[in-house]
């Protein structure tokens, strides 16, 4: 018998929501929610107590534990700025799990390490016909009733001096951060950013990466049409603390600074006091409304590979490692899928 049947509906939604209440999403991510009390340990004892003003049984702390494990409310345990994988081994773990995340954890410092290395690389030996860009978003949620989310564009370039530039291109809209977000943003960014003239590459790196194919796909439609030579690497997950955060960081600050505890009224006064900052580049995104495709039976997980290379429409050659790594080279084929008979409505949202 399965144990969660035990806790009868009505009080499992008590629970669910008395945890949702008390946890709130963590600044800067989607949804990754967090304990207002640091531990479950400290929550226990509160949550025991609400419990019981509604008459409901408190349940042990190891089903506490589970329902907010099943939740995936975490503790704040580690600073998301820390990666849970290399923080892990300092946690007492028996030697048994120890010993099984031992290769994992291998492959992932050696796969950290090495994009690291080519990250750098990359940048310091830059060319003037070459550009770096980071991608990542945001949330801002503390400031506004509505959630505002930000795709950033941080771009790189070698002026004719010499020098590296940096520019910012920043995308708003409370539309919610999926695929059709982040082609809409690409869309406009070509068209605020002349990436024509990097004839020698572009080279986009991002934390976690487009994770879905159809995005890809579209992706590489839109760089096929002006022939624009892509390669876009994918930071180790949670290593990825890139040009972009600081620069996020860089806003919040603009807005504690300007609104000294008032709330943000609108998505146009953010523009507005962000705009003044020299080397920003914000901008209301409107969302693109064209359907996103739907994608052909395919089997790869995106998230293994760090480099893709697009070469031809739905074509792409995937690494595991970046560049001259001993990766494997493999083509993945990303094919729009074409319903035969009747159309059907695909809602992507
Ligand atoms: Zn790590």
Redo the contacts with the bound molecule.
């Keep these: 018998m399965d144990k969660r049947n035990r806790i009868p509906k009505k009080e499992l939604e008590w629970i669910h929501r008395w945890a949702h209440g008390n946890s709130p999403v963590i600044s800067g991510t989607l949804n990754r929610r967090v304990i207002k009390y640091n531990s479950y340990q400290k929550a226990y004892p509160i949550y025991k107590t609400a419990a019981s003003k509604r008459n409901f049984p408190s349940r042990s702390f190891k089903t506490f534990k589970r329902i907010l494990h099943e939740l995936k409310i975490l503790e704040r345990s580690f600073d998301r700025y820390l ?1 849970p ?2 923080i892990k081994f300092r946690n007492n773990y028996s030697i048994r799990r120890r010993r099984d995340l031992r290769l994992k954890r291998f492959n ?1 410092i050696h796969n ?1 390490l090495h994009q690291l290395r080519i990250y750098k690389k990359l940048k310091t030996q830059l060319f003037q016909r070459q550009c770096l860009i980071n991608v990542d978003f945001t949330t801002i949620h503390e400031s506004l009733q509505m959630k505002v989310h930000i795709f950033t564009f941080s771009v790189t370039t070698r002026s004719v001096t010499g020098k590296l530039q940096r520019r910012y291109f920043d995308y708003v809209s409370e539309h919610p951060m999926n695929g059709k977000f982040v082609i809409s943003a690409w869309k406009q960014f070509r068209k605020d950013f002349n990436l024509k003239r990097f004839t020698k590459g572009i080279f986009v790196w991002s934390d976690n990466g487009i994770n879905k194919r159809n995005t890809l796909y579209q992706l590489s439609t839109l760089f096929e049409h002006e022939n624009l030579r892509v390669q876009l690497h994918y930071f180790v997950p ?2 990825g603390h890139s040009l972009a955060d600081s620069h996020f960081g860089i806003i919040k600050q603009i807005l504690r600074r300007s609104l000294i505890g008032n709330l943000l009224t609108s998505v146009k006064q953010l523009i507005n006091l962000v705009a003044r900052k020299r080397k920003i580049y914000i901008k209301y995104l409107s969302i693109d409304t064209a359907p996103m495709p739907l994608i052909e039976g395919f089997k790869h997980g995106i998230r293994k590979y760090h480099q893709i290379e697009i070469s031809a429409k739905g074509q792409f050659v995937a690494r595991k490692w970046s560049h001259e790594g001993p990766s494997i080279k493999e083509t993945l084929i990303i094919k729009p899928h074409r319903p035969r008979g009747r159309p059907k409505i695909y809602n992507f949202l």
């Design positions: 990666c994988m290399c992932h950290y949670s290593h």
